[in-house]
């Protein structure tokens, strides 16, 4: 059975996450350069442990996390 995690719990510690990933990022730029090219793209991450989902959309400029997406995934 699927615990749910607090709606706002969940936005910050992804907030918080997507913060330190594009910091990283920009102390890597062929990385940054690589996932640039992904953008546009919407990938759907699956983890078993927690369990939980979460989108990842690459950017120009880093990534973004979202815990919701309505549409197509690539």
């Known amino acids: 059975m699927q615990k749910l995690i ?17 910091r990283a990022l920009r102390l890597d730029p062929a990385t940054q350069k690589r996932l640039a090219a992904m953008a ?3 990938f759907h991450l699956h983890c078993t442990r ?11 400029d880093g990534v973004h996390l979202a ?6 995934i690539t």
């Not at 607090?6 to 594009?22: F, G, K, W, Y």
């Not at 815990?67 to 197509?72: D, S, T």
């Open 6 to 22: 607090d709606p706002t719990l969940q936005m910050a510690a992804l907030s918080a996450l997507e913060r330190v990933i594009n």
């Open 40 to 42: 546009g793209q919407i």
């Open 50 to 60: 927690p369990d939980l989902q979460l989108f990842l959309l690459p950017r120009s």
């Open 67 to 72: 815990a919701f997406h309505v549409g197509q």
